[in-house]
């Protein structure tokens, strides 16, 4: 059987649309090169006390760096220099990152976190990038803050690689999720779950249970009708928490079920939840609408939120249409 990759689907995709230029599609290779870079390491994090990393880092004599900091560094110097970019902003740093005046001059907005689950890798669990794409709402001129936060519908792309059993890409660019499996043996993405959709009615829940104390009222609420039997599903739902959004999310889109993670009151940094709209909930919330699920925080669609600031936490509610739908029915009776 014939063998679809990454770039052969993007390229196709190019051509159906008459007014690409081909930078988008050059802008996904870039990132598909550097996720490939994060994949070789993170695979052997557990040489690094061993072997050391080698290459770049040793060369330049600096220490041997954690993983999420490096998987930051090579998004940051390779897309840095894309060409193809406005503007650039990550989990990791507080502002949005410079980029060299001779290379900014892009169409594109990336917002990434670039290792996602990282207090995993040290047990070797899975991790993975996620990002989110815009494009640059003004003409040209140097990139207001105004301009990169922008409500989630304006994505032209979202998606994750996941640093799993296998490497994954899934993306989107609106026109349905699209999944592709890296073959280390060549080196290539390849298509392995075209046109992702996720089951109207979900049989997971994914949402730290240790603390149930801090919920709100609907939380609890919710999380007590999945594991009920008064459920659609007649059963109590299963229980799947890694603890590594990404992760979480993936096995959920593909078997169906719910992530939550709530506000709470433990204190006072966590009364919008932990997660980050801008790298985190947006980028999900497309791949969920295009897979034929939802994303809300509660009351609202994730994707309809004007954001005030990069680093703007929300609570999230993302899965299966019939989940999510349950959480809004209980949060609009409170
Ligand atoms: P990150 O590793 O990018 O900081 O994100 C961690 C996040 C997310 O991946 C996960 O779902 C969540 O933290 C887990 O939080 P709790 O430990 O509070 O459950
Ligand atoms: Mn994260
Ligand atoms: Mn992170």
């Known amino acids: 059987m014939a063998q679809v ?4 689907q993007l390229l196709l995709h190019q051509k ?6 081909g930078r988008f599609t050059m802008l996904l290779n870039e990132l598909i090169l550097a996720a490939k870079i994060i994949s070789r390491e993170v695979n052997k994090a557990g040489l690094v006390n061993v072997l050391g990393f080698t290459g770049e880092i040793n060369i330049q004599g600096e220490k041997v760096k954690k993983l ?5 560094s090579v998004l940051i110097h390779r897309m840095q220099r894309s060409g193809l970019l406005c503007a650039m902003s990550s989990e990791e740093n507080a502002d949005l990152i410079e980029i060299p005046d001779k290379f900014k001059h892009g169409d594109y907005i990336l917002i990434f976190d670039p290792l996602d689950g990282s207090s995993n890798i040290d047990v070797n669990v899975n991790v993975g990038t996620i990002f989110s794409i815009f494009r640059r709402t003004a003409e040209n001129g140097p990139v207001r803050l105004e301009e990169v936060l922008q409500k989630g519908s304006e994505q032209v ?5 996941l640093y799993g059993t296998s490497t994954m890409m899934v993306y989107t660019t609106g026109d349905g999720v699209h999944g592709f499996t890296l073959d280390p043996s060549v080196g290539e993405f390849l298509l392995s779950h075209q046109n992702i959709m996720t089951p109207e009615d979900g049989k997971i829940y994914s949402i730290n249970e240790g603390y149930w104390n801090y919920w709100d009222e609907p939380t609890r609420e919710v999380v007590s009708y999945f594991k ?3 459920n659609t599903q007649k059963k109590p ?4 928490y890694i603890g ?5 999310f993936h096995r959920n889109l593909i078997y169906g079920g719910i992530f939550l993670y709530p ?3 433990r204190d006072s940094k966590r009364t919008s939840g932990k997660l980050r709209l801008l790298c985190e909930a947006n980028p999900l919330a497309f791949v969920i609408e295009q897979a034929g699920g939802l994303a809300i925080d509660g009351q609202n669609r994730i994707l309809d939120i004007e954001p005030c600031e990069l680093h703007q936490r929300v609570p999230l509610f993302i899965g299966s249409k019939n989940d999510v739908l349950k959480v809004k029915e209980l949060y609009g009776k409170s």
Do not use: I
């Open 237 to 240: 739902y299963s229980s799947r």
């Open 68 to 72: 999420d900091e490096f998987a930051n």
């Open 157 to 161: 792309a979202a998606g994750y690689f």
């Open 5 to 8: 990759t990454v770039t052969e």
């Open 263 to 265: 506000k709470d009151h």
């Open 228 to 230: 009920s039997s008064a």
């Open 244 to 248: 590594s959004l990404v992760s979480d």
């Open 16 to 21: 159906a649309s008459p007014m690409a230029t």
